[in-house]
């Protein structure tokens, strides 16, 4: 198994000996030690502390806010209202790009959803604040709110998520089902899902004359701040936001909220500071979720047990002002070789907050359903279910005829099935038990795209022989602090102790967004390119200079490493310092830029294979996950520990996902019943009994010259259906709906 | 949160008839207090005064009010005597939380009905006479047994459901001097309007719980606790069960039930039907069928009744296999049997 761990694949640049190590993280000793700010750590002096105000009612209008009572209320320095709060730039609506959700920015009485921002109050201290946000005593006219799949109103719709098709279509699926020797169809139903961050979403906001300083947590630096710019009506250049640390944000926090503005705009309205952070309870309307979907599938299976055709439809629920609809089918584009394809999403509107991503959106709850789908197809055509998905193993992207960059799934499916000792599956349903309890084995492949965004780096080779890396990276846990600088090291050609990594705030070159598992190849690859830049200048001065013993290498060229430049022609080498100080330099600066060229003539995907075992009583339905065990392909891996933390944490979501997390909505007033965390559930330590994530070689020289994949949410996608699919294994109960409570099951 | 005054009681005198609201380990108060269900004016912290011990009592044991859930769970006369208590205690919370909550705070403490904890909801328990916001809800969580259309909540403790089995005491002191009640009856069931009488007078305060002689109850007593999550999450349902076997034979029974009512739930009829039987599986599947007499839906609750049988039944099953020497590393877990392999 650590041979596996630590066989690392590459692309067509030869790393250096830092990228591939199990380096512990950089900030490792600062979060430990609480030494770590997070932005509601910040208290600049003259702070005011604002408490926002949420709509009680899902639908309707504020009809009274007692202003007078909470105004009264020792402490409380203002009240900002639709009367009289400070307006942005632009209208709350206005989408300046894909990225942005309604601004709630006080503009009119109207609720829309639950938990809607309604007021800000401002207060010396936490406590005068948050009481009087409660003394304002909203009263309203309330309206029947819709906030299920079963009661929101329909709409059809040409786009899905980031603005993707609704549908697509590729082949004859009407007439290959005609065909076909057998027809398998599946519905499967999954929850409204939060992203549960630790750190609540939070922004301490100070002005400095027109000079704005804002800490909040963010996954997306550089575009959050032309966002605030725009909302603000101010140059870019006026603001400074900082994110050194990310306490979580599974997407939430790749989008801004109204709640930031209103902060912003109050301390430039007061000319104090001003700190907003959301309580618990206020983590689960403004800021974004998972939306429910009911997805339908349906297989037609030829006689051989090859797919013939597939189709995947999701309807699923957005706003009823903005368009965010999880594009669950999508799941089923690029999987499994089905040579005729259909697609779609189903709109429908409901009285919630905007739904947001959210780790793996569309893939988490379209893999789960089209796993249990392949399930279901594969008891129909009496396969074993790994076979059945070997025998539907698509060589080429079905969706698009592309080849694949790379895709080393079936050394997944067999490092993986080995491990977890697959061969030994007994096939019927209730065939396997341990004392009492039933047991069962299910399966499930895991697929995420391997996008890449925009960013730029700077690296600076100083006369002492260390550097200073620049870039706006976000770290939410996942370890860019460290990874980042290992790729940044190896550009660079020193050693990682001689790096200094200046990042997480904005008068940084963008990183661009962490997100769609993208950033440490995005991030990297700036930051790659801007160290070999600098390499590139000081090769120059050396292969220029008579009095280096590097003189004239240029034709054979020069190696970096270990803060040497070496001739490729004989053994001699000159150390950085020795080459800056004689061509009398302080540091050579290089730059770099991290994006794919071009569109892709190739299909880009992390794979994975993933077992599960369940054991489930049988008389009380209870599901406990004994053993998860998955093995991925996802490129050059830059940091295995690092890695294989996410690869866990997305499995252990997955875990969550298929017995727990649930978000219960009252019909009736459309408040959620469960808004906390004792309410909502995500696993706890002892819900995660045996885990391992392995992650095989692959070599991918077109994914990016450095072969790096993403690892961030490909952990959730497979994990969900080999989970469901144990307990259909265990208990002959096809999971329908998502998570699978112990009534179900009895 | 409101404004409030916070006084600390040093003495029991000072305590008993102050007006405000008792603060012990605040793990319950102080939550409420936040989401603004619990408005005190005042808080009295009771947390110091001396009813931190665990004493011998007429063959029993006396549990002071102010006892740490953590202290009693790993109390050696608890786990040899009382090991269903321990085991129903460490199923609870998390340690963070028994290591803060007390005795007399685990009894009190209020329900998790989400109506309950929703100021904008009508509910007769937080406001008498607005209504039960639970029914026709959200329901899931709901008792099945003692409720009325005033009131369908459950009161969520696991520990009061094994102290119920042991015929445990609660020991009360007010302005009007000492009262004892029956853990069973101690919280009372709604009526037809709403939550029912409050289980304390104004001025009242718990000082001890009273545990009398198990008996030969040491030998075979065991919690079993459904959720959907490994720890850390209320019961489903869950049951305590003590049995007394001599011979083969069960000379006494014990069995309560958590997650099914307002008050933990002794099975009394239950009881009486498994005395002078043999402690065999047709026995206890007879008990654990009279347990749940008279549960009845309050919502979209009916599969709770099925389950309360069957938790009722495996805590019958794991007793009657006796106490193990060590509780299992998954206390009251239905995966920490030695039933399962
Ligand atoms: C996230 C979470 C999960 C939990 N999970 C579980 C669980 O799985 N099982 C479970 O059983 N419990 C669980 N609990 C509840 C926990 O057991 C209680 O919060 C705790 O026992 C309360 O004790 P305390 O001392 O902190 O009470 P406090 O919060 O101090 O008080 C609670 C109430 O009791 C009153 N009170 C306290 N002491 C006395 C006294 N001596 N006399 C009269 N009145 C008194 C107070 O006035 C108050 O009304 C959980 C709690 C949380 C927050
Ligand atoms: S069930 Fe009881 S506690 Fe819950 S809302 Fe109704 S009256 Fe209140």
């Known amino acids: 198994m650590d041979d596996l761990m630590n066989m690392q694949g590459q692309g067509h640049v030869r790393l250096g000996s830092s990228a591939g190590q199990a380096l512990t993280r950089r900030d490792g000793m600062l979060k430990v030690t609480g030494a770590a700010t997070y932005a509601a750590d910040n208290r600049p002096d003259g702070l005011l502390h604002a408490v926002l105000a949420t709509a009680g009612i899902a639908k309707g209008r504020v009809t009274h806010l007692d202003v007078a009572a909470a105004e009264a209320h020792p402490g409380v320095v203002k009240v900002y209202t639709p009367a009289n709060a400070p307006r942005t730039a632009l209208s709350p609506d206005e989408k300046i790009h894909p990225f942005v959700w309604r601004m709630e920015t006080l503009t009119d009485d109207s609720v829309r959803y639950a938990g809607q921002p309604i007021a800000l109050v401002l207060a010396e201290t936490l406590e005068a604040a948050a009481e009087g946000a409660r003394l304002l005593a909203p009263r309203y006219e309330a309206e029947v709110p819709r906030v299920t799949l079963d009661d929101a109103e329909p709409f059809e719709t040409d786009t899905t998520a980031f603005g993707r098709p609704a549908g697509h279509a590729s082949g004859d699926v009407d007439a290959a089902r005609s065909g076909a020797a057998r027809h398998v169809t599946a519905t499967v139903e999954t929850s409204q899902q939060y992203h549960n961050a630790i750190e609540p979403h939070a922004i301490t906001a100070r002005w400095d004359g027109d000079r704005l300083e804002i800490d909040t947590p963010n996954q997306a630096i550089g575009l959050s701040k032309q966002t605030f710019a725009a909302f603000l009506g101010i140059d870019p250049s006026q603001i400074l936001l900082r994110s050194p640390f990310l306490g979580g944000g599974f997407g939430s926090k790749a989008i801004l909220y109204g709640g930031q503005l209103l902060a912003i705009l109050a301390a430039r309205d007061l000319g104090r500071p001003v700190k907003l952070v959301l309580r618990r309870d206020q983590m689960y309307g403004p800021v974004g979720h998972r939306a429910p979907t009911r997805q339908s599938l349906q297989i037609d299976l030829d006689a051989e047990g090859n797919i013939a055709a597939l189709e995947h439809d999701t309807v699923t629920l957005t706003s009823t002002f903005d368009q965010f609809l999880e594009s669950a089918s999508n799941a089923s584009h690029s999987l499994y070789a089905a040579p005729n394809l259909r697609t779609s999403h189903h709109g429908r509107r409901a009285d919630v907050g905007t739904p947001g991503p959210m780790r793996a959106p569309g893939e988490a709850p379209g893999s789960a359903a089209l796993e249990i789908a392949m399930d279901a197809a594969a008891q129909a055509a009496g396969m074993d279910p790994l076979e059945f998905r070997l025998k539907n193993y698509a060589e080429t992207d079905p969706s698009t005829g592309m080849a694949f960059s790379s895709k080393g799934l079936r050394d997944c499916y067999t490092e993986a099935a080995k491990l977890f000792g697959w061969a030994e599956r007994s096939a019927a349903p209730r065939s396997m038990r341990q004392g009492r309890l039933l047991k069962g084995w299910g399966m499930g492949t895991a697929q995420f795209p391997c996008p890449m965004f925009q960013a730029a780096a700077h690296a600076t080779l100083r006369a002492d022989g260390t550097a ?15 990874a980042l600088a290992q790729i940044a090291a190896d550009g660079l050609g020193i050693d990682i102790d001689k790096v200094e990594f200046r990042s997480g705030h904005s008068d940084l070159p963008d990183a661009g967004v962490a997100g769609g598992s993208g950033h440490t190849a995005t991030a990297g690859t700036a930051l790659f390119n801007a160290g070999a830049d600098a390499v590139r200048q000081l090769a120059e001065l050396a292969t220029n200079d008579p009095a280096s013993p590097l003189f004239g290498a240029g034709n054979a060229g020069v190696t970096a490493r270990s803060g040497r430049l070496y001739r490729n022609d004989d053994e001699r080498s000159e150390p950085y310092e020795d080459i800056l100080a004689r061509a009398g330099l302080d540091l050579v600066r290089g730059e770099g830029k991290g994006a794919r060229e071009g569109e892709p003539d190739r299909a880009m995907f992390s794979h994975g294979a993933v077992f599960a075992e369940v054991l489930v009583d049988p008389d ?57 965390l004792a309410g909502y559930h995500v696993p706890v330590n002892a819900d995660v009994p045996m885990i391992e994530a392995l992650t095989v070689h692959e070599d991918d020289p077109y994914v990016n010259a450095l072969g790096i994949k993403g690892v961030g949410e490909i952990g959730v996608t497979g994990t969900v259906g080999a989970i469901g699919n144990a307990v259909w294994h265990a208990t002959g109960i096809q999971p329908t709906r998502l998570p699978i409570h112990p009534e179900s099951l009895i | 949160m409101n404004r409030f005054d916070y006084v ?49 009592s007429g063959g029993g044991l006396r549990i002071g009010a102010m006892v740490r859930n953590a202290e009693i769970a790993r109390d050696p006369q608890v786990l040899a005597r009382y090991p269903a208590l321990a085991e129903a205690l460490l199923s ?55 409720w009325t259309e005033g009131c369908i909540a459950v009161h969520p403790s696991d520990m009061c459901v094994a102290l119920a089995a042991y015929d445990a005491v609660v020991e009360i002191t007010g302005p009007g001097g000492l009262r004892e009640v029956a853990m069973e009856e101690f919280h009372p069931l709604p009526d037809a309007d709403g939550a029912g009488k409050p289980p304390l007078m104004p001025g009242e305060i718990i000082t001890h719980i009273r545990l009398p002689d198990p008996g030969a109850l040491a030998r075979n007593a065991r919690y079993v606790k459904l959720r959907e999550r490994t720890s850390f999450a209320f019961a489903i349902v869950s049951a305590a069960a003590a049995l007394a076997i001599e011979d083969g034979v069960i000379t006494e029974a014990r069995l309560a039930l958590g997650g099914v009512a307002a008050r933990p739930w002794r099975c009394r009829k239950a009881e009486e039907a498994l005395k002078g039987q043999p402690a065999s599986a047709e026995s206890f599947a007879r008990a654990a069928e009279l347990a749940t007499e008279g549960a009845r839906p309050s919502g979209d609750n009916a599969a709770k009744t099925p389950l309360a049988q069957r938790i009722a039944l495996r805590a019958l099953e794991r007793a009657a296999a006796g106490t193990p020497e060590r509780l299992p590393a998954l206390p009251a877990s239905v995966f920490a049997g030695d039933d399962n392999g």
């Open chain 1, 468 to 482: 200073v890396i620049e870039t706006s990276a976000a770290d939410m846990g996942q370890g860019a602090w460290t």
């Open chain 1, 620 to 676: 009380l339905g209870q599901v406990r996950v004994s053993r998860l065990i998955g093995a991925f392909a996802a490129g050059r891996i830059v940091n295995p520990r690092l890695a294989r933390s996410q690869l866990l944490g997305g499995m252990i979501w997955g875990i969550g996902m298929a017995l727990q997390e649930e978000a219960v909505h009252d019909r009736r007033s459309g408040r959620l019943t469960n808004a906390d």
């Open chain 2, 8 to 56: 600390r009681a040093e003495t029991l005198g000072a305590a008993i008839g102050a007006e405000g609201a008792l603060l012990a380990g605040g793990t319950n108060l102080l939550d409420l207090m936040k989401i603004g269900v619990a408005t005190p004016d005042r808080l009295i912290d009771i947390s110091r005064l001396p009813l931190d011990r665990i004493e011998q």
């Open chain 2, 92 to 146: 609870g919370a998390s340690a963070q939380l028994r290591n803060a909550a007390t005795t007399g705070g685990n009894v009190m403490q209020a329900t998790r009905c989400s109506y309950f904890q929703d100021p904008l909801s009508p509910c007769n328990r937080r406001e008498p006479g607005s209504g039960c916001g639970a029914l026709g809800g959200a329901t899931r969580n709901h008792a099945v047994l003692g």
